[in-house]
């Protein structure tokens, strides 16, 4: 009975420790999936100049060019143009600080499936002159429907106050809702326009094949771009690089809390078990049992327990992670609260090989170290007395 609550205690406590590590890394991946497809890409080529905060001030020469050179790399899966301006979007009700991304909309759909996250209305149809995607949260703030008249206001090429009026062709809504806030989308054309440019842009965005292959697309872009500023997407998003790091070190922490909590209750079983047995192992000790064998003994007796407890606790959790990796764990009611971080309600377990070898590893150092205590306690027994101990 004893060895069996033990070996449940592992198990309870490793499959705690994996599928709260899995639910953790599918929700993360996931984040920074939808970041890259919604919004980021894999890669962005801007002008050496190009400031984020005020990016109208800079554009890409010959971007059409190597828009189309970007294009026929097979690596790259889409890839796109955009102009985009910082300014004011303003209705009858209300107005709001926006980032206006001039797209050409058939390339924009491959890269972010723009059309897709159209929940009202239609994607730059049924308006012929200056249609507009605005997000679901920024329409309840204008308090603007399809067909409402917004005013877009920025600064020209050349510093001067510009603005136009535009109509409400869709409204989209993406798993971040502080994107839909601060988002709003036209075609380049009618932003050039307005700015007083013709072809002119001011970002490429590519999506790959692979992500593995980052590095490698990076460099065959700056050779395409010589003196551009290519960055890939763990450059444009620190944050993102972080969270991922972060999130290493956090579920190292927490699983060694957990083996931690496993090592004092293994202690205290096994101290038990010999405290329980002094006169079996006085009578071992007396007929020739030596120290070493004593020791490897209780040491091998705790490692079997953790060879038992260690496999059933990762194989359960991995059934749980397979099982909520295809039908996703629904946290729907605190939707509001994921949105607003930008993070999924629904949310996908995932781990890698790896990491179940890596825990499988630390669970037998964890057995081993927890034995040395109570196994020295035995090697301090008297045969003599242990004998006659009753």
């Given amino acids: ?15 705690a ?75 009858a009700n209300a107005g709001s600080g926006v980032l ?20 009202d209305g239609d994607y730059f149809e049924g308006v012929k002159t200056n249609p507009v995607l605005i997000g679901k949260k920024l329409a309840e703030k204008l ?21 136009g009026a535009f109509r409400v062709t869709g409204i989209y809504k993406t798993r971040n809702s502080r994107m839909d806030e601060t988002n709003v989308y036209v075609r380049m054309e009618d932003v050039n326009r307005l700015m007083g440019f013709e072809n002119e842009m001011n970002e490429i ?15 065959e872009i700056i050779a395409i771009a010589p003196g551009m500023k290519v960055e890939t997407w763990k450059q444009l998003s620190t944050e993102l690089e972080y969270l991922v790091s972060m999130f290493r070190q956090y ?30 192992l006085g009578m071992l000790m007396a007929i020739g049992l030596n120290k070493t064998k004593l020791f490897l003994m209780i040491v091998l007796e705790t490692i079997f327990l953790a060879l038992v407890g260690g496999p059933l606790g990762i194989l359960i959790a991995h059934a749980f992670i397979v099982y909520y990796g295809k039908t ?39 057995a ?3 034995a040395i205590f109570p196994a020295r306690k035995a090697l301090q027994l008297n045969p003599s007395e242990a004998i006659r101990k009753i």
Avoid: C
Wanted: net charge negative.
């Fill in 328 to 366: 996703g764990v629904d946290l729907s009611m605190f939707s509001q609260a994921y949105e607003e971080l930008g993070f999924s309600s629904i949310i996908y377990p995932k781990l890698e090989w790896y990491f179940y070898v890596e825990i499988g590893m630390m669970t037998v150092i964890a």
């Fill in 100 to 119: 206006v991304s001039g797209i050409i909309p058939e390339r924009e759909m491959a890269v972010t499936g723009l059309k897709s996250k159209i929940v």
């Fill in 368 to 370: 081993i170290v927890s």
């Fill in 17 to 91: 420790g994996v599928f709260y590590t899995a639910f953790s890394w599918g929700m993360i991946e996931d984040h920074i999936e939808s970041s890259i497809s919604e919004n980021l890409s894999h890669i962005q080529v801007h002008d050496s100049a190009y400031d984020k905060t005020q990016p109208n001030n800079s554009f890409i020469r010959d971007g059409k060019k190597i828009l189309e050179q970007v294009s026929d790399n097979k690596r790259i899966e889409a890839s796109t143009g955009r102009s985009l301006v910082s300014g004011m979007v303003s209705s």
């Fill in 205 to 219: 965005a590519m999506l790959l094949n692979d992500n593995n292959q980052l590095e490698e697309v990076k460099g």
């Fill in 1 to 15: 009975m004893r060895s069996l609550i033990v070996i449940m205690s592992i198990a309870i406590g490793l499959f």
């Fill in 251 to 280: 579920t190292y922490i927490f699983i060694v809390i957990i083996l931690l909590a496993l090592i004092f209750g293994i202690v205290n079983t096994m101290l038990m078990t010999v405290l329980e047995r002094v006169r079996e």
């Fill in 143 to 163: 308090k603007v429907a399809l067909k409402s008249k917004i005013v877009l206001t920025f600064q020209d090429a050349n510093g001067e106050i510009t603005a």
